[in-house]
T-cell receptor, first 114, second 116 residues
Framework: AQKVTQAQTEISVVEKEDVTLDCVYETRDTTYYLFWYKQPPSGELVFLIRRNSFDEQNEISGRYSWNFQKSTSSFNFTITASQVVDSAVYFCALIVITASKLTFGTGTRLQVTL | DTGVSQNPRHKITKRGQNVTFRCDPISEHNRLYWYRQTLGQGPEFLTYFQNEAQLEKSRLLSDRFSAERPKGSFSTLEIQRTEQGDSAMYLC??????????????FGPGTRLTVL
């Protein structure tokens, strides 16, 4: 069985601060994909990134960056210079190649204030 | 709009009533998923279809729940004899499967069910 843990329930930062959202996963499969989704107050899940288990290269997309470390089973997400529009619930998720369902963490609510 | 659509967006019903939700996936996507999300939790998998075939059902999907995808396009999720514990956001997602790898799942806006 797969498991995704997001230990941070809620984080509050002031605009322009950097913030890192933690994600730890568990799986016995060697081939899997990790995802981050954003869920704004409107409720729709917005895809942010997908990373496969064979690609540990860190990725940067604008103010977003992701750090994947298989040695610690972590896939952390950093927002640089946070903005109020970043306020949302962020979910980390896992899918293994032998199954088709996403396993989500419980989410981290990020509140960015002025 | 070429994204995943769901109807209705909100549904309020009385305990014991039946409800049906509809999901229209992205047109070329052959896989369709249903998830349920309760307050403060991440989405939990309910079931998924590949074309018309329902390939997996979660243990969360009790006998009161049934899902169909009759022509491999839109899907419906029906809950019979609703209970207050069924109150949740029901999310639909679709993806395009090719080769042996599953692709990104695109989510719809969800149907929020409130059972009084």
């Amino acid at each position: 069985a797969q498991k995704v843990t997001q230990a941070q329930t809620e984080i509050s930062v002031v605009e322009k601060e950097d913030v890192t959202l933690d994600c730890v996963y568990e799986t016995r499969d060697t081939t899997y994909y990790l995802f981050w989704y954003k869920q704004p107050p409107s409720g729709e899940l917005v895809f942010l990134i997908r990373r496969n288990s064979f690609d540990e290269q860190n990725e940067i997309s604008g103010r977003y960056s992701w750090n994947f470390q298989k040695s610690t089973s972590s896939f952390n997400f950093t927002i640089t210079a946070s903005q109020v529009v970043d306020s949302a619930v962020y979910f980390c998720a896992l899918i293994v190649i032998t199954a088709s369902k996403l396993t989500f963490g419980t989410g981290t609510r990020l509140q960015v204030t002025l | 709009d070429t994204g995943v659509s769901q109807n209705p967006r909100h549904k309020i019903t009385k305990r014991g009533q039946n409800v049906t939700f509809r999901c229209d996936p992205i047109s070329e996507h052959n896989r369709l998923y249903w998830y349920r999300q309760t307050l403060g939790q991440g989405p939990e998998f309910l079931t998924y279809f590949q074309n018309e075939a329902q390939l997996e059902k979660s243990r969360l999907l009790s006998d009161r729940f049934s899902a169909e995808r009759p022509k491999g396009s839109f899907s419906t999720l029906e809950i019979q004899r609703t209970e207050q514990g069924d109150s949740a956001m029901y999310l639909c997602a679709s993806s395009l499967l090719w080769g042996a790898a599953d692709n990104e799942q695109f989510f719809g806006p969800g149907t929020r069910l409130t059972v009084l």
